[in-house]
């Protein structure tokens, strides 16, 4: 069954502090993954999208890897904001005929000042 | 340059009523969706449309259905509201199978 699951579920952390947000995924055969920043009421907002072939790509503070062979992700977000407290969500893109894309629950971050 | 729009931002429904919510993009984007985000879930897709003229079910089409007006446009309609529809619609976009840009989103409640 394809699945993204995401972890932590949620994670408080100071303002300035890096932290990383993981996710697993067994989605087949892949295509892509991106990871999306979404704050409260609002609509998710791209931060990067990877392929097969590559193994990090930056945005900023926002880092995110990819192990195609154990299909796992990491974004990670250094010198963290208050404003980065938003929810994070791994998607995971498969190559079928038609359209076939899982999203994670999302991780929770809070920054507290 | 709006990207992605949608009407209503809040709405409240008793059981049995009907409703269409209204997306458009200014983005020249061929693919549209429609999805459902409930808490602790991830988004899951109700319907898409790679095409002007062209909808496909997606994960959970079941109490929906959807039109494709235009390539701007696509609409998603629920004929007769169902408590278990409460939840927070978004509908996106996409040139090819690249990002999706995302709308911000309708918040419906079904009493």
């Known amino acids: 069954k394809n699945q993204v699951e995401q972890s932590p579920q949620s994670l408080i952390i100071l303002e300035g502090k890096n932290c990383t947000l993981q996710?697993?995924?067994?989605?087949?055969?892949?295509?892509?993954l991106r990871w999306y920043k979404q704050d409260t009421g609002r609509g998710p907002v791209s931060l990067t999208i990877m392929t097969f072939s590559e193994n990090t790509k930056s945005n900023g503070r926002y880092t995110a890897t990819l192990d195609a062979d154990t299909k796992q992700s990491s974004l990670h977000i250094t010198a963290s904001q208050l404003s980065d407290s938003a929810s994070y969500i791994c998607v995971v893109s498969a190559k079928t005929g038609g359209f076939k894309t899982i999203f994670g629950a999302g991780t929770r971050l809070f920054v507290k000042a | 340059n709006a990207g992605v729009t949608q009407t209503p931002k809040f709405q409240v429904l008793k059981t049995g009523q009907s409703m269409t919510l209204q997306c458009a993009q200014d983005m020249n984007h061929n693919s549209m969706y429609w999805y459902r985000q409930d808490p602790g879930m991830g988004l899951r897709l109700i319907y898409y449309s790679a095409s002007e003229g062209t909808t496909d079910k997606g994960e959970v089409p079941n109490g929906y259905n959807v039109s494709r007006l235009n390539k701007r446009e696509f609409s998603l309609r629920l004929e007769s509201a169902a408590p278990s529809q409460t939840s927070v619609y978004f509908c996106?976009?996409?040139?090819?199978?690249?990002?999706?840009?995302f709308g911000p989103g309708t918040r419906l409640t079904v009493l």
């Open positions: 996710c697993n995924y067994t989605v087949s055969p892949f295509s892509n």
């Open positions: 996106a976009s996409t040139l090819g199978v690249d990002t999706q840009y």
